[in-house]
């Protein structure tokens, strides 16, 4: 077999062996010998391998034997599917649900919307612009 470093030949194996993977899954799917769950929900994309095991401990706990497959197949125009959506990542991690990183729960809170010296770091709750949080009189906004 000769092996080749060509960028766009390597695309075209990858894709072909992708597509025969996911061939091979719908195949297993039809027969039910695989069974595919929805798209699991997540805060963080850390929590996502945590949750596959926790759905899969409880499948098997309920009795299932079958291969698990997660996701929703996504189709392009032709209808092919080009991928499988696996996870949703909402970006707001829940206790109970999302392991949260330390990192996470001890950074630093994000930067005001208006940095200190520009004039418009006045704010008043409930009394200002809605897509800035400005006092009106202040607010550059074109709202």
């Known amino acids: ?8 030949k390597l695309s075209a194996a990858l894709e072909q062996l992708e597509a ?3 061939r ?15 798209p699991i929900v997540v805060g963080l994309p850390d929590s996502i391998e945590a949750a596959k095991a926790a759905e899969v401990a409880r499948l098997r706990k309920a009795g299932e034997t079958r291969e ?7 189709y392009d125009a032709d209808g092919r ?12 991690p829940r206790v109970g649900r999302d392991r949260i990183p330390d990192s996470y729960l001890f950074s630093k809170p994000p930067a ?3 940095p200190a010296g520009t004039g418009n770091e006045a704010r008043v709750a409930g009394a200002g612009c809605a897509p800035c949080g400005e006092r009106a009189a202040s607010c ?3 709202d």
């Not at 077999?1 to 766009?8: I, V």
């Not at 091979?24 to 929805?38: Q, S, T």
Request: with cysteine.
């Open 81 to 92: 599917e080009i991928d499988r959506l696996a996870a949703i990542i909402t970006g707001v």
């Open 68 to 74: 698990i497959v997660f996701g929703k197949p996504i």
């Open 20 to 22: 025969e993977k996911r």
């Open 140 to 142: 550059a906004c074109d």
């Open 24 to 38: 091979r899954i719908d195949e297993k799917v039809e027969k039910g010998e695989v069974l595919c769950v929805p």
């Open 1 to 8: 077999m000769q092996h080749t470093d060509d960028p766009a």
């Open 112 to 114: 005001p919307l208006h």
